[in-house]
């Protein structure tokens, strides 16, 4: 049972563009979710994370945007960058319950320049 | 600070052979994991350690075993390696559970043959 599916696959975008990824969840007692950025040979990385007491989360171009009642959240790159051509995974906990995170599939950025 | 750090980087097996991935971190973190990447799966997890002496099994635990050495290391065990076993493994710690950042070390690429 995948608990978080992520969407798209695979993202192709212009330098300059935004990029959207999104993900949806299914249980509703998850109330963390991190966004990590991970470039070729190296590990995962922490980019940016939510708590569902926001609808919307900044830092610099990169933005969560999280709708509790639909379950589901997304990542904007604004300004999308050469540089930020990356494999990015949601992922979403239950910080008071399971030590786990759940892991979105991923998905594959390319930003032409 | 290393941070978490892994050995070996690359490894090639034949089937049936065994070994042993290590991982330790160096920042007093409580909780580690063990995943494995492959291509259109996501990070899958493994084996996880909420706290030193415990361990549980993940989404994918069959032909692995762990051992939570010490606060600081948490090796992974392949007793008689398969193909399917072929993957890149990472390793990962955080402070406190599934709610907080997890630190991913640079992962072992391992090839069974």
């Known amino acids: 049972q995948q608990q978080v599916k992520q969407s798209p696959q695979s993202l192709i975008v212009q330098k300059g563009g935004i990029s959207i990824i999104n993900c949806a969840y299914e249980?509703?007692?998850?109330?963390?979710f991190p966004w990590y950025q991970q470039f070729p040979g190296k590990g995962p990385a922490l980019l940016i994370a939510?708590?569902?007491?926001?609808s919307e989360k900044k830092e610099g171009r990169f933005t969560i945007s999280f709708n509790k009642s639909a379950k589901q959240f997304s990542l904007h790159i604004m300004d999308s960058q050469p540089g930020d051509s990356a494999t990015y995974f949601c992922?979403?906990?239950?910080?008071?319950?399971?030590?786990?995170?759940?892991f979105g599939k991923g998905t594959k950025l390319t930003v032409n320049p | 600070n290393a941070g978490v750090t892994q050995t070996p980087k690359f490894q090639v097996l034949k089937t049936g052979q065994s070994m042993t991935l290590q991982c330790a971190q160096d920042?007093?973190?409580?909780?580690m994991y063990w995943y494995r990447q492959d291509p259109g799966m996501g990070l899958r997890l493994i084996y996880y350690?909420?706290?030193?002496?415990?361990?549980d099994k993940g989404e994918v635990p069959n032909g692995y075993n762990v051992s939570r050495l010490n606060k600081r290391e948490f090796s992974l065990r392949l007793e008689s390696a398969a193909p399917s076993q072929t993957s890149v493994y990472f390793c990962?710690?955080?402070?406190?559970?599934?709610?907080?950042?997890?630190?991913f070390g640079p992962g072992t690429r391992l090839t069974v043959t």
């Open positions: 920042m007093n973190h409580n909780s």
């Open positions: 990962a710690s955080t402070w406190d559970r599934g709610g907080s950042e997890q630190y």
């Open positions: 939510i708590r569902p007491d926001v």
């Open positions: 350690s909420a706290s030193e002496g415990t361990t």
């Open positions: 992922a979403a906990s239950n910080q008071g319950g399971s030590e786990k995170l759940v």
């Open positions: 249980n509703t007692a998850f109330d963390y």
